[in-house]
């Protein structure tokens, strides 16, 4: 698996990769960051639904770092 770029900013770029299921659900994982993934009944609500589970993950790497990430892009 490839790195992600680092966003023009210097900050991190995360990618969203989409599936269908057999039984018609969506799901997406961000591959930069094991095991975030989620399932959603259309692709805009598994993007939603990862998205927000991407963000739990980084803010609590965040906060156990104590150090603030310089930006966060999703694409």
Do not use: C, H
């Amino acid at each position: 698996m490839a790195t992600a770029p680092k966003a023009p900013d210097g900050g991190d770029s995360f990618t969203i990769v989409y599936d269908r299921e057999e039984d018609g659900r969506w799901i997406a994982e961000v591959p930069e960051l094991p095991g975030v993934m989620a399932y959603g009944q259309n692709q805009k609500d598994a993007e939603v639904a990862v998205t927000a589970l991407a963000l739990r993950v980084i803010a609590d790497r965040t906060e156990r770092a104590k150090k603030p990430p310089k930006s966060i892009r999703f694409s």
